[in-house]
């Protein structure tokens, strides 16, 4: 494809009018002949000091950030330098990948984008759509695929390219705060946004809450276009943000909350491994009977049932009644099995101070007698919500077990050091294999275990070296 074809308008330059490019890397290890290499920098390191390996591996032009460029070095390629490469980046590989899924949806917020994604995938299912949901747990129609919340520019183009040749015309995408921030799902012409709820997290990378929000709501005030559909749940949003979402966009808004909203929730039910739930629509009342647990796992099954209606074909009447036939998400709040007493083991992914304290309370509801939880926190992130997750937990469970989880190249001691800063009456135990089991030996009849953190995660990184481990598999071995 002609290099001038991909890019935007202030860079088209006609020296390279006659310059095909064959594809797109951002790794030059992986470059192949006449490829552009799109010399991003990281966390630690500059793309720059790649430059060389990408021309010696066949690349035929470079774009790199105008702050970047050396006019002192001069490259046998040509050069294309931009103000802002991420979003720059984001146009060229939606132009090269051009074919796109008719509908696609981006939901974002803290804590639920996984099990919405899942949601939305199976509704659509339920009305014989062909439709993928890609973001933690990969790419639901493509396995094998980047498990990144929210893939790179190049690889989600190129994903929903396939897709679309597949024929796959409805997709479903968790929008990261670090992939709004930077610009991986720009200009993919997206039908839908939904924002399920904002509390702390990653502020190793963003400073702020404000920075925070800003990075999510760039979903709704740039990327999704004036006639996109805006999914809010305004129980879970402070007004402040809220406001901000809502005062800037002509949108057509679906709210979803306790008090007055067009999807309004008049009362749950908690049932045996189920939930009865009453909803107000249309002014309308119905009722459903949703086989999940956890009042923040009926918030976002709402969020995915409002937001399939981007998909005009399908009402929002006709999408509700497809939740009392959902199944649950891998590692939300997901039952794994009982030890000999009949007490109840859990696996959930909370890994903030509101998710942990949400699925706490929730978990309350479910035990008669000891909750207990065993977890820890990732290291290399948001030092600040160790204490916090701390004190949640030792006002909400009843027998607390800090453990080890990811602790990448931090200490694992100090981690936990952090986190009993908070729970002070905790055990700890830096083996998570021991943790587990010895949580499990003490349960007795009436009592839930609830191991947090992991969720579906499948290894542990440690000295930043990748092992297996899966909280699902180690219950599951326990308990045999």
Known sequence: MKLNNLLS????????????????????????????????????????????????????????????????????????GVDNIRLELSHIASRFYRNKPNTIVAVTGTNGKTSVVNFIDQIWKKFSR????????????????????????????????????????????????????????????????????????HLDYHKTMEAYFRAKARLF??????????????????????????????HNIITIGRSESDLQILQIDNLWRRTALRLRVNK??????????????????????????????????????T?????GVKGRLEFIGSNKYDAGIYVDYAHTPEALESVLREMR???????????????????????????VAANLSDVTIVTDDNP?????????????????????????????????EQLEDGDNLLVCGKG?????IVNNKVYPFSDHSTILSILS
């Open 323 to 327: 939740l009392e036939t959902l199944e």
């Open 221 to 250: 005030t740039e990327i999704l276009p004036r006639d996109g559909l805006v999914i809010l749940c305004i129980d879970t949003i402070e007004k402040k943000y809220l406001k901000q979402i809502m005062n800037k966009n002509k």
């Open 408 to 440: 990448r190249n931090e200490d694992p001691l100090k981690i936990r050091l952090d986190i009993l800063m908070g729970a002070k009456n905790a055990i700890e135990i830096g083996s998570r294999y021991e943790a587990i089991k010895t949580a499990i």
């Open 9 to 80: 308008t202030k860079y088209i330059n006609t020296a390279l009018s006659e310059l095909d490019v064959s594809g797109l890397s951002l790794d030059s290890r992986q470059i192949k002949k006449n490829n552009l290499f799109i010399a991003l920098d990281g966390h630690t390191e500059s793309g720059i000091d790649y430059i060389r390996q990408a021309i010696d591996g066949g690349a035929n032009a470079l774009l790199l950030s105008n702050e970047n460029i050396n006019e002192n070095i001069k490259y046998p390629i040509p050069v294309i």
């Open 456 to 460: 579906h995660e499948e290894t542990m």
């Open 130 to 201: 062909k439709s993928a949901s890609i973001g933690t747990l990969g790419n639901s129609f493509l396995p094998g695929h980047s498990n990144l919340t929210t893939p790179d520019s190049i690889s989600l183009n190129a994903q929903l390219n396939l897709l679309k040749n597949l024929e796959v015309d409805n997709v479903a995408i968790e929008a990261s705060s670090h992939g709004l921030d930077q610009y991986r799902i720009d200009n993919i012409n997206i039908s839908a946004a939904a924002f399920t709820n904002i509390s702390r997290d």
């Open 284 to 321: 309308e009342e119905i009722d459903l009977n949703i086989p999940l647990i956890g009042e923040f796992q009926i918030y976002n099954a709402l969020v995915a049932a409002a937001t399939v209606t981007a998909d005009r074909e399908i009402g929002i009447i006709e999408s509700l009644k």
């Open 365 to 391: 509801k479910y035990t008669i007698k000891k909750l207990y939880l065993v977890f820890g926190a990732g290291g290399n992130r948001d030092v600040g919500k160790r204490y916090a997750m701390g004190k």
